[in-house]
């Protein structure tokens, strides 16, 4: 197991490196310093501003490789971003000039408090439902609710987050509409309502996604096996089809597990709820690449552990499986 | 570059030529057994032709509102013409109304307009129904890049294998591990922002999946009998690959194609929302539905543009997510 789990993010230094050198590329290569430093800067900025702005932040380095004499080779943008990485350095925003490490960890306890409830309750709801419709599988019930969850995910989020909060917040006062605060019950009071939305917002497509994956196990032998030696079917679906389905429902849950803490964009941003959705979302207004970047880096990393976790919880869960 | 792009009889032989390339593909396929056996399944199936049909009427709209020609000093578009008449009023008003919403000061309308008018005061029926030119055009564009990209490196990886199959997992496992949402926003932020950056951001990272499930396909139909058959004939590789098994998979790059034109449509939505989106001017539902966050706080409240922009984005995205099922069913080996 341990030795696995080494082999695993042995694995996940490579495809970092390539998302390094894809943002490298995006930032650095598509995209001139220069042209961000005046993104930044405003169109008021004198060549020596934009020349002090990119030296403080070490842009004006060469960009692959120093070939400058008495020069280490390596002192360039590339080497320098690629050491950052290595070292966990995410360096500073490009607009506020915070440290971005602070930022993060800061923004990471609004996002988590909106997005664990709200992926806990919207699995189980979403496994209750999918499990119903295959109860009742064949039935007119069963194609409305297929038609249902396919109507559910065709709407735009937008709609629901401007539906909640315009309806349910401002007209009959349920809820605060906008705002943030961490201080027990009042948070609650805060969450509640975009919780529910993000529940509501997948609803849709999860309810589909694993009914479709139920159905399949439906299929197989042992459930016939088990109809045969006289389970009821309610035991059947709720033992033996869920024991097995879940199997195939935590790989496509588990890689997206610790992506929670990079909040809801939308959510976050329509209700102002101070986490990392939120954060990115005035980095893309503001023009900040280092926290974009940074996000991409942070990201990846995430998905990659969610990826290792993934095989581990294969293992622990499906006996065939074993992890060397 | 972009000077080519704006020249009229560029873009109306880009439309024709994308249409010409679906029809010539579709043409193509119904030649494979598979496909026709597929299309007589289709023909019985009431809610996939109806969204099928429904499709259809939004790319015709969308083509209409592409076609342009030239009209008194300017150009015009085939439907731009039909709404010709429209006049333009000075700001908001309500569905039929006779006056600018108003409070304080309504002043008389030119005109009467079905669903009101918007903050420019252009005519929102107008407007929604242009909006389809910009669903088929990050649609197509998009379809050009990633489909061709992800299914012939999903061939090439599958058929190949060993290092060829080796790179293509990399590259994609790389592209794969940053989320969705977040390379969109880089590459968008750092290219310009507009229609065809759009398409170039959603084709970098949509081809993934669509190479993951041609590159497993691929394995699997190597593994049968026809490709060693055509391999002891001593074909090329070329030929096993276009002739073999490029026809057995097109129904998986349909389907795809399909769902992912629903996924594209949803996405300029919400791309326009982060700013990232449809620029400002263009015919969108995604500047409609972003435009509705100063709307709904007016008093009185601009609610129309927000209902017409959603009900003929769900209108487009529910149809095809529809027919795209209806497509999977007719082409499931293991229905019925």
Known sequence: ?324 | MSGFFDQLWVQNALLFLGFGLFAALIVSGSRNERWQRAGRYLRGDRTGMVSGAIIAIYLLVGALETLQFPYQNGTVSVIGWFFRNVPIESTYSAPLAATTLSTSDPQPLKGRHLLGTDALGKDTFAQTIRACRTALILGGFTSAIYIPLGTLLGILAGYYRRWVDDIIQYVYSVVASVPEILLLVAIIIVLEKGLGTMSIALGTTGWVGLCRLIRGETMRQSERPYVAAARALGQSHWRIITRHLLPNVMHLVLINFVLGFSGLVLAEATLTYLGVGSPIGTASWGIMIDGARSELSREPVVWWNLTAATFALFGLVLSLNLFGDALRRAFDPKRG
């Open chain 1, 1 to 324: 197991m341990f030795s696995y789990l080494i082999r695993r993010i042995l694995y996940a230094v490579p495809i970092l490196l390539g998302v390094m050198v894809l943002t490298f590329f995006l930032f650095f290569v598509v995209q001139k310093p220069e042209t961000m430093a005046r993104n930044v800067l405003g169109k008021r900025a004198t060549p020596q501003t934009i020349a002090e702005y990119l030296h403080k932040r070490g842009y004006d380095k060469p960009r692959f490789i120093n070939r400058e004499p008495g020069q280490p080779f390596y002192d360039s943008i590339f080497f320098t971003q690629l050491q950052k990485l290595a070292t966990f350095d995410l360096g500073v925003s490009d607009v506020t000039g915070r440290d971005l490490k602070t930022v993060f960890k800061e923004g990471a306890i609004p996002s988590l408090l909106l997005t664990l409830p709200a992926f806990f309750v919207g699995f189980i709801m979403a496994v209750g439902l999918a499990l119903y419709l295959v109860f009742v599988r064949e039935t007119r019930l069963d194609a409305a609710g297929a038609l249902v969850s396919i109507a559910l995910m065709s709407v735009p989020p937008m709609i629901y987050i401007i539906f909640g909060q315009a309806v349910i917040a401002l007209t009959f006062n349920y809820f605060p509409a906008f705002g943030f605060e961490l201080s027990g019950l009042t948070t609650l009071k805060f969450l509640l309502l975009p919780v529910s939305l993000i529940v509501v917002m997948g609803l849709g497509s999860d309810v589909r996604l694993y009914r479709a994956i139920f159905l399949e196990e439906i299929g197989q032998d042992y459930v016939r096996t088990a109809q045969a030696k006289g389970v009821s079917s309610t035991r059947l679906l709720l033992v033996h089809v869920l024991k097995n389905g879940m199997i195939a429902l935590i790989t496509l849950v588990v890689a997206h597990l610790p992506l929670l803490v990079m909040g809801s964009l939308l959510i976050e941003n329509f209700f102002g709820i101070p986490g990392l959705g939120n954060l990115l979302v005035s980095a893309i207004q503001t023009s900040d690449f280092a926290t974009v970047r940074a996000s991409v880096y942070l990201g990846s990393i995430l998905y990659l552990i969610g990826l290792a976790a993934t095989d581990v919880c294969y293992a622990l869960v499906d006996p065939r499986i074993r992890l060397s």
